[in-house]
């Protein structure tokens, strides 16, 4: 019998994050997936945020990410809402979707780039990970668990084989057989209108906008009201045809289109994907040794770009405790605060796209939107102040992205858990790639550090030490912080204990 660290359900995104961050850290995993290949055929979240893009700085791949992305991120930061593509302009968001530096704030812009094109970097990566292994082609189909492990059976392509596992992480999606197998179930509400996404090629369309280049056109009009953007500078596109089933929609697809762009467009259509949204959150992420994890555990709207990202959040909170856990640095209670850290943000995420989903273009249609005259533009202002009312939300939500809070958890110290503030060091790098890959005290220079320094050392806990100066010192929270590997603050306070052993066991998890 095979046996592992950690098997990862679910080779999509979210699973390989929960890979990498694994077996960056030293843990043996076993990612087993379905598909031997990567479908380009539905790109899905078209949004890698700014936390994410942070994590994959931390990783060493954010530029490997901006170097294959078929959008620069000087391509465009707008989102333009239109009757159409050749149509009238009635409002425009800029600097959306964290695409825009903000001073200080963060060391990574958000990136415009198709899921697949993250899954085919990540698989890339786990590739060039001694400790992990991709078993593609092979899927899940049971487990059982007991006090020592997880007995878990896998389905490949030279029949059924059986892998003993410490933990197991469910990343295996909406129709999630690691869920199926712990009994829990999703909780929450599915939306009544159907929608159907698209991809199509339209060499010539680019040059038709009248709008100049935008992440997203939102149409709206009677006869098409959509969401649609360019995947690339080549003439591939996606849209979303809201309230449109897939029989109808394949069958009109010609016409949607045409709508959309204000006038008869070449067009090839090269995949459909009906979808309805979902609003939903599982009853339990966790029993046992076994986590669930992305869509398996919560599935939102899509608007505002969250699922993914939130998944990825998902994996890098398991990965690191996971780690701690098996190489003896981490307690017990470790594992335990993953519930009571990420439901929130879980919660907060599908809470905010329900929000943005409220109005899409079906809603925002009017009459005399495209009239000459004192009637149209009337009617374009009222439209213009109704969407900027109701979808700035949507496309400016760093807030949400960044201001995750973890001070309800029972791991880390009263007062503290935020992410760590950013700041930019002296010598031009960030404060984060000042960070270790373990805890890392930041101090305030002149703050002493020996005592905390022994007894994470007796500990054996990785601790890496800094002192900051400058605009990075003004920015921390307090004279000492310290701050777990995910870059959020554990504890705060004027200078380390003189007996650090109580706080290292509670954010510890001891």
């Known amino acids: 019998m095979e046996r592992v660290e950690v098997l990862v359900a679910g080779g ?11 077996g960056r850290r030293g843990i043996e995993c076993l990612v087993v997936e379905p598909r031997e290949a990567v479908s380009h055929a539905r790109p899905r979240c078209k949004t890698v945020n700014v936390r994410t893009m942070e994590h994959l700085r931390r990783w060493g791949i954010a530029d490997r990410l901006r170097e294959r992305a078929p959008l620069s991120p000087a391509f465009s930061t707008d989102v333009v809402f239109c009757t159409s593509l050749t149509g009238h302009e009635l409002s425009r968001f800029t600097g959306v979707l964290g695409l825009a530096p903000q001073g200080d704030r963060f060391p990574e812009v958000g990136q415009q780039a198709p899921q697949y094109v993250l899954e085919e970097l990540l698989r890339e990566v786990v590739g060039e990970l001694d400790t992990v292994t991709p078993a593609l082609g092979a899927r899940v189909v049971d487990l059982a668990q007991d006090p020592e492990g997880v007995t878990v059976t896998v389905a490949g392509p030279h029949g059924p084989s059986t892998v003993r596992a410490d933990h197991v992480l469910g990343c295996d999606g909406p129709r999630s057989t690691v869920r199926e197998c712990l009994g829990a179930r999703y909780v929450g509400e599915l939306a009544l209108r159907p929608n159907l996404g698209m991809v199509f090629r ?8 009248r709008h100049g280049p935008a992440v997203q056109y939102w149409t709206v009009n009677p006869e098409a009201p959509a969401l649609l953007g360019p995947l690339d500078r080549d003439g ?13 929609g394949e069958r009109d697809a010609a016409r949607i289109l045409d709508a959309a762009v204000g006038g008869p467009v070449d067009a090839t259509v090269l995949s459909t994907d009906p979808w309805t949204a979902r609003m939903q959150l599982v009853d339990t992420a966790r029993v046992g040794r076994v986590f669930l994890a992305g869509d398996a555990a919560h599935l939102n709207p899509p608007f505002g770009g969250h699922g993914l990202n ?4 998902d994996a890098v909170d398991l990965g690191w405790k996971l780690a701690a856990v098996l190489r003896g640095w981490g307690g017990p209670r470790l594992l335990d605060s993953y519930e009571a850290e990420r439901r929130p943000v879980q919660d907060r995420v599908v ?14 249609v009017s009459d005399d939107l495209d009239a000459d005259g004192p009637v149209g533009r009337e009617a374009r202002r ?8 109701t979808k700035h939300a949507e496309f400016h939500a760093l807030d949400l992205v960044l201001d995750v809070d973890h001070r309800c958890s029972p791991v880390v110290a009263d007062g503290a858990g ?11 790098r960030s404060l984060y790639d000042a960070l270790g890959p373990g805890l890392t005290l930041l101090t305030r220079p002149g703050v002493g550090t020996t005592a905390f320094t022994r007894e994470c050392a007796r500990r054996g806990v990785p601790l890496a030490v800094a002192a900051v100066s ?10 000492a912080v310290l701050v777990r590997p995910d870059q959020h603050v554990a504890w705060r306070g004027p200078t380390p204990p003189d007996d650090p052993a109580p706080l290292l066991d509670r954010v510890l998890g001891r």
């Open 470 to 479: 400058g605009e990075a010192a003004r920015r921390l929270p307090a004279d």
């Open 202 to 209: 339209a060499p010539d369309l680019e040059a038709r906008v």
């Open 351 to 364: 809470r905010a796209a329900t929000a943005n989903m409220r109005t899409l273009s079906t809603d925002l």
């Open 310 to 313: 939130t998944g990825i959040g």
């Open 382 to 389: 009222a439209a213009d102040h109704r969407i900027q009312e």
């Open 12 to 22: 999509g995104p979210v699973g390989l994050a929960a890979a990498v961050e694994l």
């Open 236 to 248: 591939t596109w996606w849209i979303i045809a809201f309230g449109v089933e897939r029989g109808a």
């Open 418 to 428: 935020e992410r760590l503030p950013h700041a930019w060091l002296p010598d031009g």
